[in-house]
């Protein structure tokens, strides 16, 4: 990864970054691994790692920048931090859901969101939404907003028909 984005997301695993790298790699196509970083026997009192095992992992999806960090148990991931895939078909739709999906289990709530087999949580949203929802059309936003609120993976036919 040529330039340092300003922010970057941070991702902390329970020792399984590489799997979930890997996973997110294999999952979107315009994607890439960078540069790892390796535990040492320094700091071992405090992170517990055979030296050599992978610390950080960089990796990129979609022009975004990640770090994936293999640490420990003391931090879990919550729906208060998600990651939004926007879609142009239902098609895109289809393949993200049921690839995000994988290996639950599966948390998954209402309105587009799901929560993958790592903890992360990710909104799998078609482009239109945004479209209806930002109109001026306030009878297509409240039909939109009541098929939306009865659906998991959310369906565009049935977000435009309300």
Request: charged share 20%.
């Amino acid at each position: 990864m040529a330039t340092m984005q300003k922010i970057t997301p941070n991702l902390w695993f329970d020792n399984v970054a590489e799997e979930a790298v890997n996973y997110y790699v294999s999952i979107f196509k315009n994607s890439s691994i960078g540069r790892k970083s390796f535990y040492t026997k320094e700091g071992f009192e405090f992170h517990q790692k055979p030296v050599g095992t992978p610390m950080t992992i960089e990796f990129q999806i979609e022009g975004q920048e990640f770090v994936a960090l293999n640490a420990g148990p003391e931090f879990q991931f919550t729906e208060a931090v998600s990651f939004i895939v926007s879609c142009e078909s239902q098609e895109e739709i289809d393949y993200y859901w049921n690839k995000l999906s994988e290996g639950g289990p599966v948390e998954s709530q209402q309105c587009g969101w799901l929560k993958d087999k790592f903890g992360v949580s990710w909104q799998i949203i078609p482009t239109i939404l945004t479209e209806i929802m930002s109109g001026n059309d306030s009878e297509q936003m409240s039909k939109t907003m009541n098929a939306m609120f009865q659906m998991k993976k959310l369906d565009i036919e049935k977000l435009k028909n309300g």
